[in-house]
C-alpha cells in the first residue's frame, strides 16, 4: 500500500477476531516500530508483547477492562495481540550526558521541557498503527486508565519505565465498522488548523 492509501485508511479498531496473528506478522509491525526517530538517537523505547492468553488476562486484569470495550464489552479484549511500549526516562538522562550531547542544553539536567521519551513512545505506537494498516490489519492505541503503574507492575516490568497505553492488534472482527468519535465528529479541515507565516 502506499503512504498516502495507509494515512487515509488508518482509524482505530474495536472489534477484533481472535485468531492469533503469525510471529513473523507480530515481528513485522514490530520493526516498524523500531524504525522510528528518536531523540538521540536513544532508541530506548522497548516493547512488552502479550500473545498467551494468561499474559493478556494479567494485563487486562491490571487495567480493569470493565467500561473499554463499546458494545458487549469484550471486543477489545478479544485481540490477540497486545503491545505495551515502556521506555525510562533515566536513559534519556544518560544519553544526553554523553560526549556528543554534552553542549546540549538538555545534558546533565532535570530541564526537560519536552519528556522526549514520551516523543518517542508516540513516533513507535503510530509506526505499529500505520503497519498494522499497511498489513490490512486492526490496531487501537488505549490509554491505561491511570493504572499504568499496575500493569507494569504485573508484567514484571521494572519500575524505572513508563508507558503512555497499550496497542492492542489483531485482524478486524467480521462485523466491525467505524467506531469512536470519528462517527459523531468531522475530520477538521487545513483552512482550521493551518496558520500560515504565524497564528
Ligand atoms: C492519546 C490517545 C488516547 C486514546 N485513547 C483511547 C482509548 O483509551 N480508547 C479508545 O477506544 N480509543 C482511544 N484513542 C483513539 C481515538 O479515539 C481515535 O484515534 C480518534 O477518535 C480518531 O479516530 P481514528 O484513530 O479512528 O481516526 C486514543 C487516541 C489517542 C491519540
Same mark, same amino acid.
Given at each position: 500500500?502506499?503512504?498516502?492509501?495507509?494515512?487515509?485508511?488508518?482509524?482505530?479498531?474495536?472489534?477484533?477476531?481472535?485468531?492469533?496473528?503469525?510471529?513473523?506478522?507480530?515481528?513485522?509491525?514490530?520493526?516498524?516500530?523500531?524504525?522510528?526517530?528518536?531523540?538521540?538517537?536513544?532508541?530506548?523505547?522497548?516493547?512488552?508483547?502479550?500473545?498467551?492468553?494468561?499474559?493478556?488476562?494479567?494485563?487486562?486484569?491490571?487495567?480493569?477492562?470493565?467500561?473499554?470495550?463499546?458494545?458487549?464489552?469484550?471486543?477489545?479484549?478479544?485481540?490477540?495481540?497486545?503491545?505495551?511500549?515502556?521506555?525510562?526516562?533515566?536513559?534519556?538522562?544518560?544519553?544526553?550526558?554523553?560526549?556528543?550531547?554534552?553542549?546540549?542544553?538538555?545534558?546533565?539536567?532535570?530541564?526537560?521541557?519536552?519528556?522526549?521519551?514520551?516523543?518517542?513512545?508516540?513516533?513507535?505506537?503510530?509506526?505499529?498503527?500505520?503497519?498494522?494498516e499497511d498489513g490490512e490489519l486492526?490496531?487501537?492505541?488505549?490509554?491505561?486508565? &491511570?493504572?499504568? @503503574? /499496575?500493569?507494569?507492575?504485573?508484567? !514484571?516490568? %521494572?519500575? *524505572?519505565?513508563?508507558?503512555? =497505553?497499550?496497542?492492542? +492488534? &489483531?485482524?478486524? @472482527? /467480521?462485523?466491525?465498522?467505524?467506531? !469512536?468519535? %470519528?462517527? *459523531?465528529?468531522?475530520?477538521? =479541515?487545513?483552512?482550521? +488548523?493551518?496558520?500560515?507565516?504565524?497564528?
Amino acid at each position: 500500500m502506499q503512504l498516502d492509501e495507509v494515512l487515509r485508511r488508518r482509524r482505530m479498531t474495536r472489534r477484533f477476531a481472535t485468531t492469533p496473528l503469525r510471529p513473523e506478522t507480530i515481528d513485522r509491525l514490530l520493526d516498524a516500530a523500531r524504525r522510528v526517530p528518536s531523540a538521540g538517537f536513544t532508541q530506548a523505547v522497548e516493547f512488552v508483547v502479550l500473545t498467551e492468553r494468561a499474559a493478556r488476562q494479567r494485563f487486562w486484569a491490571a487495567v480493569a477492562e470493565v467500561g473499554w470495550a463499546e458494545g458487549d464489552g469484550t471486543s477489545i479484549v478479544a485481540a490477540p495481540v497486545i503491545v505495551v511500549p515502556v521506555v525510562s526516562p533515566l536513559a534519556y538522562r544518560d544519553r544526553y550526558a554523553e560526549e556528543d550531547k554534552s553542549a546540549s542544553s538538555l545534558a546533565g539536567g532535570d530541564g526537560w521541557a519536552v519528556p522526549y521519551w514520551l516523543v518517542d513512545a508516540s513516533f513507535c505506537v503510530l509506526a505499529l498503527l500505520l503497519a498494522a494498516e499497511d498489513g490490512e490489519l486492526g490496531a487501537l492505541f488505549f490509554h491505561l486508565q &491511570g493504572n499504568e @503503574a /499496575a500493569a507494569l507492575g504485573a508484567l !514484571g516490568v %521494572p519500575p *524505572r519505565y513508563q508507558t503512555i =497505553g497499550a496497542v492492542a +492488534l &489483531g485482524a478486524r @472482527a /467480521a462485523d466491525e465498522r467505524p467506531s !469512536g468519535s %470519528p462517527t *459523531r465528529r468531522t475530520r477538521r =479541515g487545513l483552512d482550521e +488548523l493551518v496558520h500560515r507565516e504565524g497564528w
